[in-house]
C-alpha cells in the first residue's frame, strides 16, 4: 500500500492534528517527519482535548505504531512532560518509536533563538523561541547531537565538551551572555537519555519494512507549506529541514519518494498566520476580525490562538491564489477543509482569487517582500449561510451556500475537497471521498 503525506497547506495551524487522527484509523504507521514542539497539533476525542507538540496525533489509537522520525528536532524535556502528560491521561505510549537519528535541542538553543530575535530587531521573524531552528541550523552545520549520542555516555561526553566550548564563546562573544555549565548539561540530558531509550530505536528500518509489507503508512507534517524554506514567503519561514512539504516526508522518515502516492492538503476555510512576514487577505481590525479570530461563529474552542505559543494568530479571508500555488508545488491529490464552521456567522464571506500590484493582475506568489507588501487582494464575495453546520456529516446536508462555497474553492484549487471539518472533534467531520478506498458519501 502506498505511503501518504499529510501537509498544511498555509501557514500552519490548519486543523493536521485533527486530520491525522481522523485518517489514523487505516493506517498502521503514523509518523511525525518534520520540525520540533515549536509546532503544535491540537485533538479533542472521547478522553478530551489534548495539545501535542512531538508525539504524533495518532497515539490515541493503540493498535497503531506511532513513530517521531529522524526529520524532527526533539526537546527531551518537553517530549517528557508530553508522554507524562498522555499516560496520566490514561493513554498508552508503548506504541511509539523515536529515530535514533533525530536531534536533540540543547540548553543553549533557546537561548540562542531569543538573542537572535531581540539581536534582529525590526527584521525579527517572530519563532516561537523554542531553539527549534537553531537546533536545525546546527543539524546543517554538522555539529548537531543526535538521540544516538544520548544513549551513547562516550559519545555524549566528547560531543558535548567540544560543542559547548564553541557554543560558550558564541553566547559570550556576540551576545554578551553567560556561558553556560557542562557538568549539569552532561547529568541532565543522560538522564533523559536513559528515560527515552526504551522508545528509541532505528526507525528508519522500521518504515522501510513496513512498507515493504505493504501497510499503510501515514506521514504527519508540521507548520505549512508557506513557512517552506525554499517555497514558502522567504525569509519569515521555518528552519525545519525538510520542513512542512509533502518532498520532505520521504527524508524525514527515511522512505523512497516513490513510497508515498497520495497528499492530503489541509487548509482552512479562512486564513490565519503566526509571526510576522506577508498575508494579502489579513484583516487587521473590524468585526470580521474579531468573528474569525474568537470563533465566534463555530463551534466551541475553535478561537485562533496558537496551540504552542497562546499568541493571537493573524486571521484573513480565505487566499486561491496561495491555495492553488501551493497544492500545485505539493502534488495535493486530496484537499481536507477545515473550520468551515467557524464562518456560520457572516452574511458574506470573500475569497481571494487574484492579486493587485500597481497595475497589473497576478495569480502567482510574489517572489519579494516588496511585492508582497504592494499585494491588494482581489476578492469574489459568496453569500453566507447563517446556520450552524457543526451537526451535518453529508455534503448534501450543508446549506445550499455552503456548498457553494466549498465547490468554488475546489473549482479554484482544481483539486477535489474529499474533507470538510464542521467542528474540532473527530466525528466532526463530512467525507466526500474515501482517500483509501474510494466510496462516494452524498
Known sequence: M???????????????????????????????????????????????????????????????????????????????????????????????????????????HPIIDRAEETLKGDLAIGTTGTGTGPAFHDKVARIGIRMADLLDGDSFRWKLKNTLEYKNKVLTSLYGLPPLEYQPILDTYLAYGEKLRPYVTDTLTFVQEADARGEMILLEGAQGVLLDLDTGTYPYVTSSVPASVAAGGAIGIGLGPTSISRVVGVYKSYQTRVGNGPMPTEITSGGDMEMLREGLGGAAGTAEYGTTTGRAR??????????????RSNGVTSVALTRLDSLSAFESIKICVAYEIGDQRVTTLPATLTDAARAKPIYE??????????????????????????????????????????????????????????????
Open 381 to 442: 464575495e459568496l453569500p453566507g449561510w447563517q446556520q450552524d453546520v457543526t451537526h451535518v456529516r453529508h455534503l448534501a446536508d450543508l446549506p445550499p451556500e455552503a456548498r457553494q462555497y466549498v465547490h468554488r474553492i475546489q473549482d479554484l484549487m482544481g483539486v477535489p475537497v474529499d474533507m470538510i471539518s464542521v467542528g474540532p472533534e473527530r466525528h466532526q467531520a463530512i467525507v466526500t471521498r474515501d482517500i483509501f478506498g474510494g466510496a462516494i458519501q452524498s
Open 314 to 327: 493573524r486571521v484573513g479571508w480565505f487566499d486561491s491564489v496561495l491555495a492553488k500555488y501551493t497544492a
Open 2 to 108: 502506498p505511503a501518504i503525506v499529510v501537509i498544511g497547506g498555509q501557514w500552519g495551524d490548519e486543523g493536521k492534528g485533527r486530520v491525522v487522527d481522523f485518517h489514523s484509523q487505516y493506517c498502521s504507521v503514523i509518523a511525525r517527519y518534520s520540525a520540533g514542539n515549536n509546532a503544535g497539533h491540537t485533538i479533542i476525542n472521547e478522553r478530551g482535548k489534548f495539545a501535542l507538540h512531538l508525539v504524533p496525533a495518532g497515539i490515541f489509537r493503540s493498535d497503531k505504531t506511532c513513530v517521531i522520525g529522524n526529520g524532527v528536532v526533539i526537546d527531551p524535556a518537553k517530549l517528557l512532560d508530553e508522554i507524562d502528560m498522555l499516560t496520566s491521561r490514561g493513554v498508552s505510549i508503548s506504541n511509539l518509536l523515536i529515530s535514533q537519528h533525530a536531534h536533540v535541542i540543547m540548553p543553549w
